[in-house]
């Protein structure tokens, strides 16, 4: 058939001597200038909306052109005759007379073979000159004009059908066509609303008597499919894209009927059917077919198909057309496999080949000519389905030829499983001559399979289906493995898993993995890291899906893995070393607490291993790794030959003697020397979240082991003030036998002297003396069960209360040479004293009493054995020190509340120049009774050797009993008897032995020479300097017995008695200083006469007196009054700038001394001469 | 129900793009992989989907293969739902998938409901993310059975009339 015209016809007709005349040409010219129709909007009573035309194309024919072409019956489109009749008249307004005469009867004449004709419209255009008109003025109206004429003539019903055209030559003015064009557009949609109102009531009536003998599909599609056309013609596109939908649902409900009687065949394929384009309407004579009624089902489906995606491309619906086409292809390539006998062999697959390709060209045709900027992702991505069906017929092809290998990708494009032992089909009849040729030759072919793959991932990646290109590439792969070019396969094999990652589709991710590895094998590539990569990541994915997820038959699962492991076996024995992190096939169980070796330094922590793997997996080692508090690590390993199948247990060793709780780190398993760790530490990222930060982290504790290797700080023995600080070391060697030992002190901002070490235990002359470096000190060959104590000088740390000392300690047994033990401890050790100690100076002429307070700054006790106070050097000093208290003072006990005080008497023979020193022996009271504690378990073993493993055990439980209550103290500071407050529990192993203990230590009394270990401190102590000391007494001058009266005047002297002997000018004779005296005013007891105060000269060892006399107020007894004697400033010396005062020391002989005072009795005259007159 | 239309394959897919159950429902062992590959290039095709079509949770024919058409469905929380049906010459309803996919709704529904579906000792660790993947661990037999079901009826639909 003929392509539809693009056009509305319009004709038009007018005086013969008019049409030729060239104000026609130019008005014709005018006219066609405001075409095409814009934004017709149809209004249509049969249909719901309104539909609006874009663009309409209008195309004006003289009416004498057009033939009657009635004759034919085939319907074809509406548009065929015109839709519109115009008839100019040009006669002048106003020219009433011409109009009558010649015109009217043009008009009517035209007007009668139009107005007959069906579905057409008529107007008459009037065309008026604009310059005759505005001559014509007002004047003449009464007689109407020309138009008016017309208008009554001819136009009888309400549709105006007259339309005034103003025309001037030259002036292209669009409002005077306005009208004009308004009248054409409804008489234009008029005609075609009814002539379509009439066909589709034609269709109608065709369709009602489907079921009537005689009716005739084809027929009817040619009638139905005319309406189509005419909506295509007026750009009605999806209108026309309905009535074909419409026309299909019919096709399938004809076929259902099984009614296919005005079909030929479904298919008698001619021999280029397989290649030729899909799209093209001319490529057969279509409509003739179908009206000949000899049509294939094939060649109609095809004819529908390319009407329909023809609309589709014309209305920029280029996506839908791929997809259609798509759709179709699958379609109806199943309906032609059906009858696959009665087609040449491969028909279809040729065909959906051909035809995809050709309408993916077709599309891009079609696509250069439609802007479709947001649409092009869909529209590639459609393409790129279409090339992707032509891509898998190559595919169904390649295996017919045996090109390719009947196995996923490829075979997963064929409809049927293959049978075994099919017969290659001929490829004779495949007219395509690109695929022909391709199939002759495996390369050609391979070539084209690539570039076809290539040009849909190409289309796949400019649409953004990144998947889909994934699979393809996929399958490029395969190819590649196929053909033997294993380094290519190799890697597109390795990069593709990590596109599936990411989304854990294990599946797709384990196929990959398989393939790389088989890929590897055929290669015979050497085992290298890559190739353990890609195992271990397919381990990966069979662990994290429990090995469900891969696409391999079941039974072959777990052998392929094994025999994947065995290779692995091999490969990690001569590989440079690697580690992995974090695989999921291995999980490792810690258990929460670490069991002790009884036997050796060292724990035993147990871990479960989650094997995912269906086979054993060859391992050497595991290990594990804790940290403590201070960042300390230690390893816990074991070795082990394999972890089978599922949860194995291990016992992991750490010959680290540590305790306490740790963080599990991390664990590794080593085989050979490939490394697998696992971080076991979690840093919880999100703050607010506290719940993943809970419980993510393991802790394991590992009891203490009280018979292992340790280090312990402690302060030493004698703790002198002002001299250099220094700690004791001790290392307890426990159960071990030491080969040799070596340790270094760290502390921050305190310098350790290990040239200046002492042993100061007594096995120090046994084993060899300790080997110090400034770093480090090594200790060899120490027994067991032993305490070496090392005393190690360090620098200042007064400012500190305590040192946070960090030891790291390196030792080897006897018994485990080969194994060497390094711990990291850390170790606070308190630099403060637990006592203070204050001193008071009494002097008295040439002798000092100094009284030391003994405080305790701590709320604990103090027992203290005793307190010293020795001269520098006795020997020559000339000191003699006297303690005043006896030695058998025994024990004293400070308590806060109660300080403790020491009294010496100091003898010299002139002023001390050196310090003296304290030395106070202490202990506290805990340290006291773990001490008894320790001595009666001691005993209590001796007894009952049996115990002996528990000794320190009951020592600790019994203590841990005393810290308990405190009742006990007071008892035992008074009396030694210790009465421990409650008693073990009774299924405690320790519960005999303590109460033993217990028994014993209730008898226990305070010996009386202390045991056990006693702590001494040296205090430094100056003995002031004073330059003058002064006695000063106040002498009665009177009898011994005499009685005192009060009011009674006493005589009585001061001598105060002044001695330079613990000043700077000690013995020397001739220095003197000037004094003051005062006598203290006690004016309620005495009455004091005489020299109360004044001033005198000291000299070393003179005396100056003055005599008093003292009167008693009233009776009682009383002290005398004291004297306060001052030094008065030095004359001659003057320091920082004000008068020196030597300092004085008085004190009152007479302090002590008190007077009896009688009251006087009776009464006393006295008689007294009056002189004489 | 529709007559002849036959489920080949469903996925479940979580809004992260990570697979919750691939059942396949052809003999084929090897086939197997073909609609891992259908479930997984959906996702491309859902994408472009999603984007412009908002409120509806059935998407449609996603494509088509030669054999199968792929129909997908996305519920309001984003987790994705493929369908791969045998392609035949009859269209499919989209009002017959779309009850269909509802059914296969409802299933997933049921099972991530499953308040034992997290094991409590990995409650801190894991993810509201990882709950729609742990559904489809093969621990839950429940909801493979239903799927199952659901696709055996639709392949019967004379079995829908048995009470």
């Not at chain 1, 005689?214 to 894209?241: H, Q, R, V």
């Not at chain 1, 495949?430 to 072919?445: G, H, K, M, V, Y």
């Not at chain 1, 290109?469 to 053909?483: E, I, N, Q």
Request: proline share 6%.
């Amino acid at each position: 058939m003929a392509g539809p015209k693009k056009s509305v016809i319009v004709s038009y007709s007018s005086t013969q001597s008019f049409l030729s005349s060239s104000s026609w040409t130019q008005i014709l010219q005018t006219l066609n200038s405001q075409l095409p129709l814009r934004n017709i909007h149809w209004k249509s009573a049969s249909r719901p909306s309104i539909r609006t035309i874009h663009e309409l194309d209008v195309s004006l024919v003289n009416l004498d052109t057009i033939r009657d072409e009635l004759a034919s019956q085939i319907p074809t489109t509406l548009l065929e005759r015109p839709l519109l009749n115009i008839y100019v008249i040009t006669c002048e307004n106003n020219d009433l007379e011409a109009y009558r005469a010649t015109v009217k009867k043009q008009i009517k004449e035209w007007h009668a073979t139009v107005s007959t004709r069906k579905n057409q419209e008529w107007l008459i255009l009037h065309v008026v000159r604009a310059d005759t008109r505005v001559q014509s003025g007002a004047f003449f109206t009464l007689k109407g004009s020309v138009l008016d004429k017309v208008r009554a003539d001819f136009n009888t019903d309400k549709r105006e059908r007259c339309v005034q055209l103003v025309w001037s030559t030259g002036t292209n003015n669009p409002a005077a066509w306005a009208e004009f064009l308004n009248k054409l557009r409804d008489g234009m949609l008029s005609a075609f609303e009814s002539a379509v109102i009439q066909r589709e009531e034609d269709v109608r009536r065709s369709e009602g008597q489907r079921q009537m003998p005689g009716w005739n599909f084809c027929t009817f599609f040619i009638l139905k499919e005319s309406l189509a056309t005419s909506f295509e013609g007026i750009t009605l596109y999806d209108d026309a894209l309905v009535v074909y939908e419409e026309l299909e649902i019919s096709f399938y409900q004809v076929l259902k009927e099984k009614n296919l009687s005005w079909f030929g065949t479904l298919i008698s394929p001619s021999p280029k059917d397989d290649s030729a384009p899909l799209l093209s309407i001319d490529k057969k004579p279509y409509r003739e077919l179908i009206l000949a009624n000899n049509i294939t089902v094939f060649d109609f489906r095809i004819y529908v198909l390319s009407r329909q995606c023809e609309l589709l491309a014309k209305a920029s619906r280029l996506t839908e057309v791929c997809r259609k086409v798509g759709v179709f292809l699958s379609a109806f390539g199943r309906r032609l496999r059906e009858i696959e006998s009665e087609i040449p062999p491969l028909f279809v697959e040729s065909w959906i080949y051909s035809s995809a390709l050709s309408a993916v060209d077709q599309c891009d045709s079609w696509g250069s000519k439609v802007d479709l900027d947001a649409k092009r992702p869909a529209f590639n991505a459609g393409k790129a389905e279409l090339v992707e069906l032509a891509r898998n017929q190559l595919d169904v092809l390649g295996i017919e030829k045996q090109y390719l290998p009947c196995k996923p990708p490829f075979s997963s494009s064929l409809l049927v499983p293959r049978p075994e032992n099919a017969q290659p089909k001929s490829t004779e009849s495949i007219s395509n001559p690109q695929l022909s040729a391709a199939l002759r030759e495996p390369d050609t072919f391979y070539d084209l399979y690539i570039m076809t793959t290539n040009r849909a991932i190409d289309l796949y990646a400019k649409s953004g289906r990144r998947k889909f290109a994934l699979k393809l590439h996929g399958s490029l792969a395969a190819l590649d493995l196929h053909r033997g070019r294993l380094d290519n396969a190799l890697t597109t094999y390795n990069s593709l898993p990590a596109h599936y990652a990411p989304h854990s589709w294990t599946s797709l991710e384990s196929v990959m993995l398989t393939r790389a590895l088989e890929t590897h094998e055929t290669a015979k590539k050497p085992k290298d890291r890559d190739w353990i990569h890609v195992l271990l990541a397919f381990f990966k994915t069979y662990a994290e899906s429990g090995g469900t997820e891969l696409l391999m038959p079941e039974e072959s699962k777990s052998a392929y893995v094994s025999q994947c492991m065995s290779a692995l076996e091999v490969a990690v024995t001569n590989l440079e070393s690697g580690s992995y992190p974090d695989h999921p096939a291995l999980r490792l169980q810690v258990s929460p607490a670490a069991t002790l070796d009884e036997s050796r330094d060292g724990s035993y922590l147990t871990v479960t291993v989650h094997n995912s793997l269906p086979c054993a997996i060859p391992v050497s080692e595991i290990s594990v790794h804790l940290t403590g508090r201070e960042s300390e690590r230690f390893k816990f390993t074991t070795t082990s030959e394999s972890l089978d199948s599922g949860k194995t247990t291990v016992k992991l060793f750490s010959p680290t003697p540590c305790h306490g709780t740790f963080l599990l780190e991390s664990s590794e398993i080593r085989m050979q020397r490939l490394l697998l760790q696992w971080s076991h530490r979690r840093t919880s990222h999100i703050k607010g979240s506290r719940h993943t930060a809970k419980g993510n982290n393991t802790l394991v504790r590992i009891p203490h082991d009280l018979l292992a290797f340790d280090v312990s700080l402690r302060q030493p023995p004698l703790v002198a003030l002002g001299a250099t600080p220094s700690l004791l070391v001790v290392i307890s060697t426990g159960r071990n036998k030491i080969a040799s030992t070596s340790f270094s002190l760290s502390a921050p901002s305190v310098v350790f002297d290990y040239q200046g070490i002492t042993i100061s235990s007594s096995i120090a002359a046994s084993s060899s003396p300790p080997d110090s470096t400034p770093d480090r000190i090594t200790l060899q060959d120490l027994p067991e069960d032993e305490d070496i104590e090392l005393l190690i000088p360090h620098s200042d740390v007064s400012s500190f209360h305590s040192i946070k000392v960090t030891i790291e300690v390196d030792y080897t047994t006897a018994s485990e040479l080969s194994i060497s033990r390094s711990l990291r401890l850390t170790r606070v050790i308190n630099t403060t004293l637990p006592v203070s100690v204050n001193v008071e100076d009494f002097f008295r002429g040439n002798r000092l009493f100094s009284k030391f307070i003994v405080s305790t700054l701590s709320h604990q006790h103090v027992r203290i054995l005793n307190a010293r106070l020795e001269p520098p050097d006795s020997e020559r000093s000339g000191l003699k020190i006297l303690a005043c208290s006896s030695s058998k003072r025994g024990i004293v006990t400070v308590t806060p509340a109660q300080p403790a005080q020491f009294l010496f008497q100091i003898n010299s023979d002139g002023p001390v120049r050196e310090a003296l020193s304290l030395d106070i022996t202490y202990r506290m009271l805990r340290e006291e009774v773990e001490f008894v504690i320790e001595e009666a378990v001691e005993r209590a073993i001796v007894e009952t050797p049996d115990w002996k493993l528990q000794r320190i055990p009951v020592v600790r439980k019994l203590i841990q009993l005393l810290e308990a209550d405190a009742s006990w103290v007071e008892i035992y500071g008074i009396s030694g008897e210790l009465h421990i407050p409650g008693s073990p529990a009774s299924d405690d192993v320790l519960r005999e032995p303590a109460e033993v203990v217990k028994k014993m230590l209730q008898t226990h009394k305070h010996p009386t020479t202390p045991t056990g270990p006693w702590h001494d401190i040296r205090i430094p102590v100056d003995v002031p300097v004073m330059n003058i000391v002064a006695a000063a007494e106040i002498k009665l001058s009177m009898q011994k017995d005499t009685a005192l009266y009060a009011g009674q005047p006493i005589p009585a002297t001061l001598t105060v008695h002044s001695t330079f002997h613990w000043g700077t000018s000690a013995n020397d004779k001739e220095r003197q200083y000037m004094m003051q005296y005062d006598v203290e005013e006690m004016v309620k007891e005495w009455l004091v006469s005489g020299k109360k105060r004044g001033t005198f000269v000291a000299t070393d060892d003179g005396t100056f007196i003055v005599p008093l006399t003292l009167v008693a107020l009233h009776h009682g007894e009383f002290t005398l009054p004291k004297v306060v004697i001052t030094a008065l400033p030095l004359a001659d010396v003057v320091t920082m700038g004000s008068l020196a005062i030597p300092n004085t020391e008085t004190y009152q002989v007479h302090g002590a001394e008190k007077v009896l005072i009688s009251p006087r009795g009776g009464r006393s005259t006295f008689v007294l001469g009056m002189g004489s007159t | 129900m529709a007559p002849n239309l036959r489920l080949n394959a469903v996925a479940f897919i979580s809004p992260q793009n990570h697979p919750i159950l691939i059942r396949t429902f052809t003999k084929q062992d090897e086939g197997a992989i073909k609609y891992h590959y259908i479930a997984h290039t959906s996702l491309d095709v859902i994408e472009e989907r999603a984007s412009s079509k908002s409120s509806e949770c059935y998407l449609g024919l996603l494509y088509s293969t030669e054999d199968v058409a792929v129909y997908g469905y996305m519920t309001p929380l984003k987790v994705k739902i493929v369908l791969a049906a045998a392609l035949t010459d009859a269209v499919a309803r989209d009002v017959d998938l779309n009850m269909i996919f509802k059914a296969l709704h409802m299933a997933y529904y049921s099972a991530i409901s499953n308040p034992f579906l997290v094991p409590p000792d990995t409650s801190g660790a894991v993810h509201d993310s990882a709950r729609p993947v742990l559904a489809g661990s093969p621990k839950w037999k429940q909801f493979r059975r239903r799927v199952d079901e659901i696709a055996r009826i639709v392949g019967n639909p004379a079995t829908t009339t048995a009470p």
